[in-house]
């Protein structure tokens, strides 16, 4: 009891129970304050309300508010990001539709504006940070995995990947790119931002636990703000980004991308696009009997199909990627002008998607969005051209968008073809351009395509849907391969398979659950077997640092021990050296961190001394520098130079298959082997990634 | 070369060639032979494709036929199980309907038929195995995280979950069980199984991991078939089992599913129950405009509604079942007579649920399938009973499902609320039969009936919908909170958000995506905070050993290291030991493993030596027994005694929070901590558990 109390005898009993329940927080007068306030015990329920709710808030985990504000906070992003997008196409469609009948005026009006807007958002974001081009993807993939990439999630990015998105985005489907990769790269930029500001009185370690919790629902709300698809968002995020991962930080996820998906909605209703939260691709395939069961097979072929394609796909962007890197012009127009490479390609994109050239058999001018609306559409265009022919509308018509793709002499079957062999390459060159842009989205729209034509084609050959017994007539329906594709061909260029689930997050029917579903496994199957996915092909490209998968196959990483593959080549600083010694090592080496062992002669691990830390007792005193040979290291130690415990330990008999695990569940990036205490070596991630190099490819025996 | 190659000289390169193929297998004559069937080269070329398609095959992961196998076999399981327990219901309706119109007679077929079947259930499966009773998930949890429990898994205890689960499920709706629980539990049986059979030339170390892996997808099949639903099956799994997981994982427990799934449905169709594979309770909600956008706040209300009931059916169900655990008379019934217990709680739900009885106000005459097809009705009762007051149909009508939950006194507010009133301790009390059953089913159509109710006061408020500005009607559709309200309470009590997929699966609707989400969101808030889930529940009545999770807001486990909370009571064995000194220590303890140290003095660790390893050698030799005092450990060691490396030491400084993370990561059971090579004590999950526990409750200092 504090000792004032006694002095208030007749208030005893109450003030002890007063007392009591503040003890824990402060103990000081201020609760004899509150008796003289009106209705001091009404006050004191009610603080105790406060206090109960307030800790039942905190337990959630005490971050949920800033999980909140990333996700409500990025859905507006989005939501902001697409109203002034769509703005400015609209201005653009309106330039090309007003501006008359002459061919060069046209041309050029439909030219010149994604040209200017692609060589401005290059220019813009690459010249305040070079991380700007490309997607994101593989980067967070690689510092999920523990690696630290310098400001690559600094604030000061931020306005340059809105704004170089906003641009690549701007120029629709000229130039054919898409969201999702840079925008979750937005989305991480502030979760790094806000795990800053929330740092607590916590140690490092924590902080840094916090942080990546914190990152690992900003990939989340990422791919779930950009579709308005919550569960698929989060899927998503983690097979692309993640090898392991916590179902903690799943629920964190969903909850922050619902509040996104919830929001960004909310703001299309709002602005009056919509009549209530809907998805965002609507399609109307019959319920009843989506699918006769025969068609399963025909499903599982398009799936196969897709993952050659993807092959293809991946291999040639690998390829065309490490030409255009090698070639000389390209080399130095890339090095110096890079606005005028970008500039150069959109030319050619914008003068072959031209709707009065090349563009006319490609639909050229739907905008992306249209392109999934035509393709997922639910009634057959080989049946229904058949029966009338429509002349090319002046505008696009947007009850009839499948008119886009119809034309007298080629067919439907022409265009699509035609759309798939350009678009193949036209991807492939746009993926080059060094601005802020996503390649998820065109990638799914190609999958669209393939799924179409090869719909429209088995609609030709079953007209009259492929017979059951009882005669009921189910005519085949190409939008839903075309869904199928779009799933199946995304999937296998990214190796992953929730893009099933997004594709009917998109759509809002669930009806095709099982033929999707195998169309992506069997389209994965093929592709995981012979080509790294899209975002490992970035991490290869850009030579970032990056775990190799120990696969199940390769059963022989339980044999390879940790003493065979380890670095024995350590600088251990003993505690009985003197001061001129540990100044010669720190000199000669660069490492960052040293094992700090017992004595030179022992080798007996006793904890790590940061380099950092270091350095400043080296050259901080002078009467120490003068007499440096006198001075032993566990005197600076004493004095006050931190130490950090060692946590964790291999011993020689650690097989590379446990190590592989560790490092890819604690993202660890070094640690120590030791043998009966002793300091034996150590392994990172250079050793790590050779042995399993070796595992594939065992060195020859000499 | 092979030497016998050199007698055929005109046949040298080819033979060279030859040779070189087969080198590598087996080098023996084999090729000789082939020269003398018909087309050698054409033979040779097959077989050169057959070998690379095989590999190809093999390099996906050389099981996946295992889980292929596993997947239909597991469908084709639930399937056959489905059909034969259908037929026993349908029998049982039958007798029901023909025996009459005396009231004595109907009450005996009513409630004899699911009391035979439950004491049989339960008498029958657990004269097989005691394990067999209930839904075995919290089991099946504590073995995923690592803990190994004797003979869970073991095949022969297949049979008795089989049997035991469909008598269960075969008493119907009267005694308002399912199937999740126990399927995965038998799902897992057979993974183990092929776990077992698949071992291959690996180590220990090697197959258990292999093991452990068929054994999660083992996990993901079993929910995956029961409700043909492979996304939320997977998803499901791993929320309610898992901790953390690894995207391989993930993977293979898809494809297995989908393979099941596909399965499961196919069979369906052709047993001419669908015509093709759609979802198993088929919804018909309007599309266009699903729900107003103020009813999001409805149904977060739900959700939160959703969450406190199931905190009250949570803390009911652990304290009835306590109750009945030290009750003298339950406890004696289950002690002796067990199917006897069964047989009285069935005689008591069936005279509950009769027909002619209470159940008339209880739609008791639906199945528990027909339990969802009604509730998830896209029609609103409450305004259907306005213009119409239905007689109570002599048989139950499959158009007008209603019409069971119509009563002209009460309402269908009146018999939904009874339903609920009833319900709420019926199931409490149905959990307490010890046979095999699942908790998940009747769990979910409770949280439909507490949707629908609250949907269908919405609809009596708001009878022509929640107006939006431009006088469209939107008329509130129940069903659609039967949904939201099935998948919040399910979750809930399970502790998952998956259910929210779950509902889509069952349904193929997905255009209630958000609001649904946002329910789940809200009464797992609610549930997570103040009850154990149900598996915990499980997990805590039978005292299963399993690892408390640290939450986030634990933030001092940062803070409490090793040291504080490890046992440094751990009993060595010295190198230079004499037998004497061994053969003491082992009989005095009773660890399974010993660390090995260099010397009793030094204390310096050098392997781990199992106890059942020693034992042979401290027996086998008489010569050895003579002079146990002159001889010393490391003699045995050198004899053959098989020592096993330490692959992972931690040191005193590591922090709880890390200790924690990889118990959890690693499934490690116990665990060694070193100082400077010397052991200075272990932790295990005792020494860990404790340790969480006085985090939460910090022992008061004295």
Redesign the interface.
Known sequence: MAPWVKFLPDMGPMMEHLVGLHEGSSGNPVALQELWGPCPRAQRRIRGILERVKR?L??????WYFLVGLGVLMGLISFTMNFVVSRVSHAHMWLYREIGDNHLLRYLSWTVYPIALVSFSTGFSQSITPFSGGSGISEMKVILSGVVLEDYLDIKNFGAKVVGLACALASGSTIFLGKVGPFTHICCMIAAYMGKVRV?A??E??NK??QN?LLVAGAAVGAATVFGA??SGVLFS??VM???????D??RG??SS?CG??MF??LA?FNSEQ?????LF?T?FR???????PE?FFFILLGFVCGIVSCAYLFGHRRFALFVRRNWITKKLLATDKPVYSALVALLLASITYPHSLGRFMASRLSMNLYLDSLFDNQSWALLSRNSSPEWPAEVDPNNLWFEWYHPQFTIFGTLAFFLAMKFWMLILATTIPMPAGYFLPVFIYGASIGRIFGEILAVIFPEGIK?DDG?I?TIIPGAYALAGAAAFSGAVTHT?ST??LA??L?????H???V??AV?AA??VC??CQPSFYDNGIILKKLPYLP?V???K?NS??VTAELFMNPNITTLAKDSSLDEVVQTVTSTEAAEYPLV?SAESQ???GIIRRDQLLPFLQAEPTIQASRHQWRLHEVLAGGCPME???????????L??VH??FE??KMQRILV?S???VVGFISWVELKKAIADLANPPTPK
Do not use: C
Not at 58 to 63: A, K, P, S, T
Not at 242 to 248: D, I, K, N
């Open positions: 039942q905190f337990r959630v985990g005490e971050d607590s916590l140690g370690y924590e636990i916090k919790e919550p569960i983690i097979e993640s090898s392991h991962f916590a179902v903690w799943y629920w969903f909850f619902v998906a919830f909605r909310l209703v009549e209530t939260i809907t998805s609507k109307r319920v009843d009997i989506p699918f006769d069961l399963i059951t009921v189910n398979i099933a689930l009917f997050e759509t809002g029917q669930f009806v659950v099982l033929p579903l195998m496994l994965n199957a995981q077997n998968r696969l199940g196959r059963l339980h044999l017992e007996l691990l006793v415990p060692v946590t964790l330990q291999l011993s020689p008999q650690t097989s298959h446990q695990n560790l569940l604690l030791t009966m205490g002793r």
